[in-house]
Nanobody, 127 residues
Framework: QVQLVESGGGLVQAGGSLVLSCAASKFPLEDFAIGWFRQAPGKEREGVSSISRDGRSWRNSESMKGRFIISRDNVKNMVYLQMNNLTLEDTALYYC????????????????????WGQGTQVTVSS
């Protein structure tokens, strides 16, 4: 299966921004739809954003109020999550996930749909 490694997490003040990266290896990322998810202590895993194989179909969860933007670069085998105007409620472990699919336009914010997961990167927002 495709291997995924997240990076870019850390400590940031409320109102600040971070860019998370997800690097894929072993297989071409262009064959996979990608999702970003997060899980805070005591809460269930939550869909953040998802993007289709070619990057032309995507969804940034409405619960993020337009603050998060997903993008991908298939040439570099990279996926990104731009996070702006961070709040304390954004503190969580953030994961990228991949689903191999024959559909160019497929995406999902539901975590059971995905087959492969990274280990996560911690984002902590302070006041």
């Amino acid at each position: 299966q495709v291997q995924l490694v997240e990076s870019g997490g850390g400590l940031v003040q409320a109102g600040g921004s971070l860019v998370l990266s997800c690097a894929a290896s072993k297989f071409p990322l262009e064959d996979f739809a990608i999702g970003w998810f997060r899980q805070a202590p005591g809460k269930e895993r939550e869909g953040v954003s998802s993007i289709s194989r070619d990057g032309r179909s995507w969804r940034n969860s409405e619960s993020m109020k337009g603050r998060f933007i997903i993008s991908r670069d298939n040439v570099k085998n990279m996926v990104y999550l731009q996070m702006n105007n961070l709040t304390l409620e954004d503190t969580a472990l953030y994961y990228c996930a991949a689903r191999k699919t024959s559909y160019m336009e497929a995406w999902s914010l539901l975590h059971p749909w995905y087959d492969d997961w990274g280990q996560g990167t911690q984002v902590t927002v302070s006041s």
